[in-house]
């Protein structure tokens, strides 16, 4: 049963000063955000109160072992001003097996569906019509009892953020293929959306940076002969006319929008091979001419095309094409999102 969710609005909206038509993604935030705590084994009151730093002990475990796990989603406003979601209950599903592998209790589903939608719908001025404007979602759990033993935290917080969002990637993406640092191995953590996932890129992804990469695409960490994952997103390689992507598994994060575009190119009869992908086969194919296309997917970046890679001192560049599924795919995508096309797989899910 979801307990009435207390709301404290704010007194005074910041959104008259928020210059919509230039969003760096995720430096804005709306007026409120929704929190639970985990207190004496059970999630208590819900609250939606004004956006603000929180008061945390600093020997919360967060800070020291880093148990923390969040997920990422988008609200969408179409024509009419009614307000979607895309396939929130892969995200409900997914938080609660990162928070399974990091021994952080699950959520409750009507808690969090409650939560989301009375948010949402407080904050509707700040989700903008149009292509490619969104309101980014960030549910998050953090430990917070003020302990420093080495083990799972009896007390935590839930919490829901929103970021006006439009393009996660202002610039053109060029890639490096990881061959001395990894993202994660087996039997690790990789498949969840666990913090310290993303704080264990930064550092080689600078090194990226300075030679000029945005991204790294992570190669499996026993071997780096395999492409997994950028991190940001799931990556999709097109050899002639057909898509390739690394199958899911403990390393690699189940994304939703890779599961999407999996389904839409088998809807439009495109040949679609989810297997392991040889670094081998994929500087072969940029080789002789048949790689047309490296694209990443992902909740905040959509469809993003790779325009080119390096690996072991190599360096290519891809063709620029009329009818790239990068292309085809986002447009796909977002019609459904932005309630523009049939929904044939239900995907939508209205809040409003
Ligand atoms: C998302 O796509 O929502 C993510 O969580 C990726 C993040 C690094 C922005």
């Known amino acids: 049963m979801v307990k009435d969710i207390e709301i404290h ?63 990422g989603m988008k609200a969408y406003k179409d024509d009419n001003d009614d307000i979607f979601l895309f396939r929130p209950d892969e995200n409900f599903d997914r938080i609660n097996k990162s928070a399974a592998r990091l021994a952080i209790p699950e959520f409750p589903k009507d808690f969090f569906f409650e939560g989301m939608k009375q948010l949402l719908l407080l904050e509707k001025d700040w989700i903008k019509k149009g292509w490619g404007n969104s309101l980014y979602i960030r549910p998050f759990v953090i430990a917070t009892e003020g302990a420093i033993a080495a083990s799972p935290a009896e007390e935590y917080k839930f919490m829901i953020i929103l970021s006006p969002a439009q393009a996660y990637y202002s610039q053109e ?16 953590v990789g498949f969840a959306k666990a913090a310290g996932n993303y704080a264990a890129q930064f550092y080689p992804t600078s090194l990226a940076h300075k030679k000029g990469y945005q991204q790294i695409i992570w190669t499996d960490a026993s071997t780096h002969e395999y492409l997994e994952e950028a991190g940001t997103m799931n990556i ?40 392991r992908v040889p670094v081998a086969e994929i500087k ?4 002789n001419g048949s790689l047309k296309e490296i694209f990443g997917a992902g909740t905040a970046a959509v469809i993003n095309p790779i325009l080119g890679f390096e690996h072991a001192g190599d360096v290519f560049e891809l063709p620029e094409l009329d009818d790239a599924y990068a292309s085809l795919f986002k447009e796909k995508l977002m ?3 932005y309630n523009k096309a049939e929904d044939p797989h239900q995907w939508r899910y209205k809040v409003s």
């Not at 929190?35 to 020291?64: K, M, N």
């Not at 993406?173 to 690790?188: H, I, P």
């Open 173 to 188: 993406v060029r890639v490096l293929f990881a061959e001395k640092y990894s993202r994660s191995a087996d039997g690790g």
């Open 284 to 287: 072969e194919a940029a080789r």
């Open 9 to 71: 609005p704010i007194k005074t909206s910041k959104i008259k000063d928020v210059d919509f038509n230039n969003l760096q993604f995720g430096r804005v935030f709306t007026d409120h955000m929704f929190e639970c705590d985990f207190i004496d084994g059970q999630w208590t009151q819900p609250r939606i109160v004004p956006y603000g730093p929180l008061t945390i002990e600093p020997s919360a475990r967060v800070f020291h072992y880093g148990q923390a796990v969040f997920e």
């Open 236 to 275: 999709f390689f097109r050899i002639n006319d057909k898509l390739i992507t690394a199958p899911n598994n403990d390393r690699i994060l189940d994304g939703v929008t890779r599961k999407s575009v999996i389904q839409l190119a088998e809807d439009a009869n495109i040949d679609v091979e989810v297997r």
């Open 335 to 337: 019609n459904i999102q």
